[in-house]
C-alpha cells in the first residue's frame, strides 16, 4: 500500500495533487523522494512548472533525472545542449533528456514559433544538433533550418553522450522514436494493441543509422495515480487533460489516444 501526502501545491507552484512524498505503509522514511509533475507549454491558464527548471532540482537527487517531455522544435538547440551538458555535469551523469514534437495547440505553436507542418524537419535537426554538441570538438552542420561552421560548444556531458528518450504515440512518431531514440516514453500505453507499436517501431530500427535495436530499446509505460478520498472532485480535474488526448490533439489524422482507450 502506497500512502500520499500533498505539500504545500498552490504555493509551490505546483499543479494540484501532482506533488507527492510517497513511502510504504508503517515503514519510517528516511529520505523524501518528490515527483514533480511539469508540463511543457508556455501558454495555460494553470500553473505548470517548465521542465528545465524541474530537471535541476531532480538531478541532485540520487536517481536519473528528466523531462516528460520537453517540445525540442523552436528551442535554440546550440544553447539547449549547453544547458543539458552542465546539468549533467553537475549531476554526475545521471541526466536523461526527452523530447517531443509538441501538440497541436495554436497557442503553444505561436509561442514557440514553429508551424505544425515544419515540426518533425525542424526536431529531426535539432536533435542531430544537440548530439553533435555533445559528442563532437566542433559543430558543423547544414540543414534546411540549422547552419554552423565549426562551433565550439563546451562543457561535454558527463555520459558521452547522455540517453534521449522521445515522446509519441501516432505511426508516423514511432517510427521516428526506433530511429533515433534510446527510448520510448509513452503516454496511454496500452499491451493490448503493443503489436502495433511494436510494428511502427521495428521499421525505425530498420531505418539507415538506427540507434537501438529491439533488445537494447527502452520502453517506460507511465501510469498516472492520484490518492483521494474525493473520487468525484478527481474526475472533473482530470477531464479536461482526457478530452485533449482523447480529442487528438488538434489532429486531423487517426486520433491514436482514443483507439487506445478503446
Not at 168 to 190: C, M, Q, T
Not at 199 to 211: H, I, M, S, T
Request: glycine share 8%; net charge negative; charged share 25%.
Amino acid at each position: 500500500e502506497i500512502h500520499a501526502e500533498l505539500i504545500d501545491m498552490e504555493e509551490s507552484g505546483i499543479v494540484k495533487r501532482d506533488w507527492f512524498r510517497l513511502w510504504p505503509d508503517g515503514k519510517s522514511f528516511p529520505k523524501l523522494e518528490y515527483i514533480i509533475q511539469s508540463y511543457d507549454c508556455a501558454t495555460s491558464d494553470k500553473t505548470y512548472n517548465d521542465p528545465t527548471g524541474c530537471i535541476t532540482l531532480g538531478v541532485f537527487k540520487p536517481m536519473d533525472g528528466g523531462m516528460s517531455v520537453m517540445v525540442l522544435p523552436g528551442r535554440n538547440p546550440i544553447v539547449l545542449a549547453k544547458e543539458l551538458a552542465t546539468l549533467d555535469r553537475m549531476s554526475n551523469g545521471r541526466l536523461l533528456p526527452a523530447f517531443g514534437l509538441g501538440v497541436a495547440d495554436p497557442q503553444e505553436q505561436q509561442a514557440f514559433g514553429v508551424e505544425r507542418t515544419k515540426r518533425a524537419k525542424i526536431f529531426n535537426e535539432a536533435l542531430a544538433v544537440v548530439r553533435s554538441c555533445w559528442t563532437d570538438e566542433s559543430v558543423t552542420f547544414h540543414g534546411e533550418h540549422y547552419s554552423y561552421d565549426s562551433l565550439r560548444v563546451e562543457p561535454k556531458p558527463k555520459q558521452s553522450p547522455p540517453d534521449v528518450w522521445l515522446g509519441g504515440i501516432a505511426e508516423s512518431e514511432l517510427k521516428r522514436v526506433g530511429r533515433l531514440a534510446d527510448g520510448w516514453l509513452p503516454i496511454f500505453y496500452s499491451p493490448r494493441i503493443s503489436g502495433m507499436y511494436n510494428e511502427w517501431l521495428d521499421e525505425g530500427f530498420a531505418r539507415a543509422g538506427a540507434r537501438r535495436t529491439r533488445e537494447t530499446f527502452e520502453i517506460c509505460a507511465t501510469a498516472q495515480i492520484i490518492v483521494t478520498d474525493d473520487r468525484p472532485m478527481v474526475m472533473e480535474m482530470m477531464k479536461p487533460h482526457l478530452a485533449l488526448y482523447m480529442g487528438g490533439m488538434g489532429s486531423e489524422d487517426t486520433n491514436f489516444h482514443a483507439e487506445v482507450y478503446r
